[in-house]
């Protein structure tokens, strides 16, 4: 079985990046022998959907395929055949990260059919989604970070499965506070919640690579 984790981040070595990798260790704690495997985006350059619509013509060869011959059309070709997905990305403005949405729209589109009769035959993979932010919990509720992803989720579940998820809130951004312009954070505050609370959330990473792993065998 192959279940891939899809970093957003353009950090591939803090928090975003560790959940993840507690998700595939989840992942493998069901599947000892499952190929896990995690996905950097900001790794190599490619574009969101350049609304070409190549993946819509009737009989057409690319139909139910991104056309795009650029570094992500291997990476697709590859995860659209996964048992399950695991997907990560940090919150900037409200919302995932440019190179996160731009995979999105290209691993999504395809599978949306313009149609009240054809369907597009794809992999309904289980799917999860881990959220990281630098925001409180109470303060993103007041934002509607959780209104918003929900309502994005919805659309994950048309195209391929209802995701779980996990938020991780008022991570710790910077080895050292000090040299950054920040005082609207108490970092000695932060560093408590690194120390307390991210444990847990390397926990809940490892138990929702489990649950996807878990339905990929139901699933099958």
Do not use: W
Request: charged share 25%; with cysteine.
């Amino acid at each position: 079985m192959k279940f891939f984790a899809i970093n957003g981040s353009p950090r591939k070595n803090c928090s975003t990046a560790k959940l993840l990798d507690n998700a595939l260790e989840g992942v493998k704690s069901v599947f000892p022998d499952a190929s896990a495997e995690r996905i950097d985006l900001y790794d190599f350059p490619f574009n969101g959907c350049k609304s070409c619509f190549a993946c819509k013509i009737k009989n057409g060869r690319h139909y139910g395929k991104c056309v795009q011959n650029d570094d992500l059309k291997p990476i697709l070709e590859k995860v659209v055949q996964a048992d399950g997905i695991i997907l990560g990305s940090p919150i900037y403005f409200s919302d995932v990260t440019g190179n996160m949405r731009c995979f999105l729209e290209r691993f999504m589109f395809p599978f949306v059919a313009y149609s009240k009769t054809e369907t597009v035959e794809h992999k309904r993979m289980p799917l999860a989604y881990i959220y990281t932010m630098n925001a409180p919990k109470e303060i993103s509720y007041q934002i509607g970070y959780h209104d918003l992803h929900d309502h994005f989720e919805m659309g994950l579940s048309m195209v391929f499965t209802k995701p779980d998820h996990l938020y991780v809130y008022d991570t710790y951004q910077f080895k050292d506070y000090s040299k950054y312009v920040s005082d609207a954070f108490d970092e000695a505050e932060k560093r408590k919640v690194r120390q307390t609370q991210f444990p847990k959330d390397l926990e809940n990473a490892f138990e929702i690579g489990k649950k996807v792993a878990i339905r990929a065998e139901q699933h099958d």
